[in-house]
Every structure is written in C-alpha cells, then in structure tokens.
C-alpha cells in the first residue's frame, strides 16, 4: 500500500472517531394573533363570552396586556371607541368593538363577525335623541338650531344633515345625562341598551339614530395572511358558538317506549331529538337543546307526559 493510500485511511479513522459538532436549534417561537379587547362597560361581557368559548383571560388590575390559555393569542385592553383605529392601521390583527364606532371613526376593516351581546344582554344597543321629559322638542324636526351633546359627534352630525337639521353638535367628556337635565344643552345623543337609565334620569327617547352590535374586525393585510385569518376565523366561530348556548340549556329524559310520541310532541328541538335505546327493556333515553325561557314551564308538561330522570344542564357552546 502507497503512503498516499496510507494517510488517506488514516484521516477517515480520524474523522470518524472524533466528535461531532452539534449545533444547537433554538426553538421556533409560535405566531401570534395581535388582538384587542375592549375595556370598561363591555369588558366583563367579553371576558365571560370568551371563557364560555373556552379562553380563560386574567386581566391584572394596573395591567393593559391580560394573558390567555391560548399561547397564539397577544391581546390589549383598550377602549372601544379607539379599537378599530388600532386595527386599520396595523397595531393590532384583530379586535372586538362596536359598529357605532367603527363607523364614528370612519375606519375600513373587515368585518369577521357579528357579535350580538352587550353589557348586559344579548341584544342590540342603541344610541338615541333624549330629551327632558317636559321638554318641548318632540321629534327630529324640533332640534333644529339647538345645541346637541354627544360622544358619537360624528355619526351625529351625519344624521342630522340626512334630516335637513342644523344643529350644534358638542363632544361631552361624560356625564352626558345630567347636561339635558340642568339646562346646558337642549338634548343629547346617548346609548342605551334598556332604556332605564335614561328613565331613571327622567329623559324621553325622541328618536333612535343608529343600532349598534359588536363586531369582530380585522386588519385587511392580517386578513390577508392565511395564518391569522383562519386563526380568527376559528376564534369567530367559537365565541358565535358561545352566544348561541347563552340562552339554550340541554335536556335529557328517560321514558317508556309507550309514552315517546306525546313527549316529541312537547319538545321544542333545533333538528331532532336524539333517542337511545336503554338497557331496560321498552325504555328510551332523550336529549336535546331548547332555549331556557321555556324550560320551567316545559318540564312540569314533560312529566305529566311519562317522562322521567329530568336532567337539565348548561352550554358553553353550540356551533350549528
């Protein structure tokens, strides 16, 4: 064997026992949804119609950045009435905030969902014309040349010159009831969701000028990308999941075979109950999802009927 051939054979042995380098890999930190919750009236609504859907938030009290179980989710606290700036302009993927200001502040999104719940419901809110009770103002027509407080100055102002009314419209920083009530303006633009407290307050409601929901909106270049977007696609169907079990229960019965046919004529069901044989002979197992308000009513007639083993229970979602 050449000396060539000699050294050559060599430097492979060398080369196989001597140890590898290893490089070590820093793990790849997951993508992150920017998303922006609303503070104050709305956040505590938001906070349970998120835990229904299966996000558990801890907001601390001096805190704006509330952590989630969700290690894919960033979110922010902020104020609805600046949330869908935020949103245009790329400061945050995704938020939830009212169309009263997505349209106050002009902004252009996408809209991923409609989000029917409030403060203290499920429902629409409103922002309406109220006026003291004695007041003479008795419609759109009479606020011409009054002066006007409002937070939603914008929308406001529009309304009005759809009417042909020329008003003054002034921003009100808060306390906007109390304004009508002692004389500084002659009525205000404010949001209800009942109407109490604007009756507690003695105002009349003269005219409703816009109906507000909660949205889900998106920046359109996150919308863009299709991470986020099915991301937020997923977070949209569960919280819609979760407003729809808000006011359905489910309900499961045992009963003979015999007395079936005068119970399904009872229930209430979004398709068909579900029926299952039992073990017991000649006996079947129900369920199905009804709204609440008529349960207290119902299970009395189901009982009358044969039905037995009444289970109710609560839903934290129900995605069609």
């Not at 119970?263 to 979004?270: E, N, T």
Request: positive net charge.
């Amino acid at each position: 064997m050449s000396v060539k051939r000699q050294r050559k054979r060599v430097q492979r042995r060398v080369t196989a026992r001597r140890p590898q380098r290893v490089v070590a890999v820093a793990p790849s930190e997951p993508r992150r949804l920017r998303i922006g919750l609303p503070k104050g009236s709305l956040q505590e609504a938001t906070l349970r119609l998120f835990r229904h859907a299966g996000y558990h938030i801890s907001v601390s009290e001096r805190s704006y950045f509330p952590t989630i179980n969700d290690p894919e989710l960033d979110p922010t606290l902020l104020r609805a009435q600046e949330m869908s700036r935020y949103v245009e302009q790329g400061a945050l993927d995704c938020g939830l905030t009212g169309q009263d200001w997505i349209a106050e502040n002009g902004s252009d999104v996408v809209r991923v969902a409609d989000l029917i719940y409030a403060k203290q419901g499920f429902g629409k809110v409103r922002w309406v014309v109220a006026v003291p009770e004695a007041s003479p103002i008795r419609s759109v027509r009479d606020l011409q040349g009054k002066r006007i407080a409002t937070e939603l100055v914008g929308v406001t102002k529009t309304f009005l010159a759809k009417q042909g009314i020329r008003a003054s419209v002034e921003f009100s920083w808060g306390a906007t009831e109390a304004k009508v009530g002692t004389g500084l303006v002659d009525a205000i633009v404010e949001l209800t969701e009942t109407g109490s407290s604007l009756r507690s307050n003695r105002l009349r409601i003269v005219e409703t000028i816009l109906q507000s929901t909660t949205q889900l909106i998106a920046n359109r270049a996150a919308w863009l990308d299709p991470w986020k977007r099915k991301k937020m696609e997923t977070l949209s169907l569960l919280l819609q999941g979760a407003i729809v079990a808000e006011e359905k229960v489910g309900l499961k019965l045992n009963a003979a075979k015999s007395h079936l046919n005068k119970i399904l004529q009872l229930l209430p069901a979004m398709k068909q109950p579900t029926i299952s044989t039992l073990t017991q002979p000649g006996w079947v197992a129900v369920e199905t999802i009804i709204d609440e308000s008529v349960v207290r009513d119902l299970i009395p007639k189901l009982k009358d009927a044969g039905a037995q083993g009444i289970i109710e229970y609560p839903l934290n979602k129900v995605v069609p």
